[in-house]
């Protein structure tokens, strides 16, 4: 998983991240697929931040290359010509 969201809702907050364990499951020849978004909603951000110790370490880091691509496309982009 590269990133998460957190949303407000009404009765608490959201948080939608991707699951790679899913999504390594679907990429297996034969497996029924499952959609890798994992969405929970909690009362209050005491009990999300719980749930975000365990899901934080599981982040893997942007690649120099993906942020490189991305800072080469924005300059590209907003350049005049």
């Known amino acids: 998983m590269d990133r998460i969201y957190i949303e407000p809702a009404e009765n608490g907050l959201i948080l ?3 699951d790679d364990k899913i ?6 020849s034969g497996s029924k ?3 890798p978004e994992v969405k929970k909603v909690y009362p209050d ?3 999300m931040l719980q749930d975000l ?3 934080l370490p599981t982040m893997k880091p942007r690649t120099a290359s ?7 496309s ?3 982009a907003t350049t005049k010509e």
């Open 74 to 76: 924005f300059a590209e």
């Open 53 to 55: 110790t365990n899901v």
């Open 16 to 18: 939608r991240y991707d």
């Open 23 to 28: 999504r390594d499951a679907n990429r297996k």
């Open 33 to 35: 697929w499952k959609d």
């Open 66 to 72: 993906a942020t490189d691509e991305f800072a080469e």
């Open 45 to 47: 951000a005491a009990s």
